[in-house]
C-alpha cells in the first residue's frame, strides 16, 4: 500500500516565504528609487535580503530592475553630457575673454596712435579732419 505523502504544508509555506520576499524585493526597489540610489540586482538584493538569483527567476520584478538601470544609465550619460558641455563652454568663455584682452590692448595701442597722430597734424599746422568737418 503505497503512503499518500502530506507536502501542502510545504507547500504553502513556500508561497508565504515567496510573497514575502516579493514584498521585500518591491520594498527594496521603492527605497532605492526615494533615496534616489542606482536599482539593479545586486543592490535590491541587498536590501531585500534575497538572492540575485532569486530576482532573476522571479520575472516581474527581473523586466522592472531591469527598466530601473536602464534610466539610470540614461541619467548618467546624461550627466556626463551636461559636463561634457559645462567644460566646452568654459573653455570658450576662456577664448572669448583672451580675445577680448587682445583686442582691448589693440584698441588702446590704436587710441595712442590717433592721439600721437592729431598731435603731428598740430605741429604741422594743417588743419585737422575734425576742424574742416566741423566748419561745413
Given at each position: ?10 507547500l504553502a ?35 531585500a535580503g ?59 595701442a590704436l ?26
Amino acid at each position: 500500500m503505497a503512503h499518500k505523502r502530506n507536502v501542502e504544508g510545504l507547500l504553502a509555506n513556500a508561497r508565504k516565504k515567496r510573497e514575502t520576499a516579493l514584498v521585500r524585493a518591491k520594498e527594496a526597489i521603492g527605497e532605492l528609487l526615494r533615496k534616489k540610489q542606482i536599482v539593479n540586482f545586486n543592490t535590491v538584493a541587498q536590501i531585500a535580503g534575497v538572492s540575485t538569483a532569486w530576482l532573476y527567476r522571479q520575472e516581474a520584478l527581473k523586466v522592472r530592475i531591469m527598466q530601473l538601470r536602464e534610466q539610470d544609465a540614461r541619467r548618467a550619460r546624461a550627466r556626463r553630457s551636461e559636463r561634457a558641455s559645462e567644460t566646452a563652454k568654459d573653455a570658450v568663455i576662456k577664448t572669448l575673454r583672451s580675445r577680448i584682452k587682445e583686442l582691448d590692448s589693440e584698441n588702446k595701442a590704436l587710441r595712442r596712435q590717433i592721439e600721437a597722430l592729431y598731435g603731428q597734424l598740430l605741429e604741422s599746422g594743417k588743419p585737422s579732419a575734425e576742424a574742416s568737418v566741423k566748419d561745413v
